[in-house]
């Protein structure tokens, strides 16, 4: 079969990189993200400007930049799996102009378990490892298994910032989520269970979307 073109929506802490990641390795994918297409691309001329511009002055990188930067990535690879764009029914709309899209999945999350995922997470300050203080904690706690560094939380990654990107992401993106659903594009993954159980469901609907 060809190479999937997948959009994966989802709040923070639903999976979508791991799940990404899964797409790119079953598929020989490109990932595309926003910002990962930004930084690969900042000193691309667009209509608005270079984003170099906008990421220097610290300031919001604005829609028409966004879309043409995301355009070119997309164009340049063979399938993609997209996450992270689009953050608003604008860029949905342009999205739909350059790319045909062989499946739209939403990874569904229970917001309590979003904030235990988010809130529990801790890397390593010296080497940067990944722990979970409950799926996946460290031999012993505070410790960095792979170096004996200390285990830090990052500044987002505490149960009030948390709560603030959980709300950010329900007024910008779940517009985007009804655009699709009203369109009859949206397939609904649950996103509850384990890495290989959310794989599995989102396996079988790209199988059956392409």
Request: with cysteine; charged share 30%.
């Amino acid at each position: 079969m060809s190479q999937p073109n997948v959009l994966l929506l989802g709040p923070p802490g639903a999976g979508k990189g791991t799940q990404s990641s899964n797409v790119v390795d079953e598929y020989g994918v490109d990932h595309v993200t926003t910002g990962d297409a930004l930084r690969a691309n900042k000193d691309m001329e667009t209509a608005h400007g270079a984003p170099r511009e906008y990421m220097e002055a610290g300031e919001l990188v604005p829609d028409p930049v966004v879309n043409e930067i995301v355009q070119a990535a997309i164009e340049a690879a063979d399938g993609f799996v997209l996450d992270g764009y689009p953050r608003n029914i604008a860029q949905a709309e342009y999205l739909d102009g350059i790319a045909d899209l062989d499946l739209v999945a939403l990874l569904e999350v229970p917001r309590e378990e979003l904030i235990a995922r988010l809130s529990g997470r801790r890397i390593c300050a010296d080497c940067g490892a990944n722990y979970h203080v409950e799926f996946d904690p460290p031999a012993k706690a505070g410790v960095c298994d792979r170096c004996g560094g200390d285990l830090v939380q990052r500044d987002d990654d505490d149960e009030e910032t948390v709560e603030e990107r959980l709300d950010v992401f329900a007024a910008n993106t779940r517009p985007v989520v009804e655009y699709y659903d009203e369109a009859g594009e949206l397939v609904r993954i649950d996103g509850e269970g384990s890495p290989e159980e959310v794989w599995t469901g989102l396996h079988e609907e790209i199988e059956a979307a392409t």
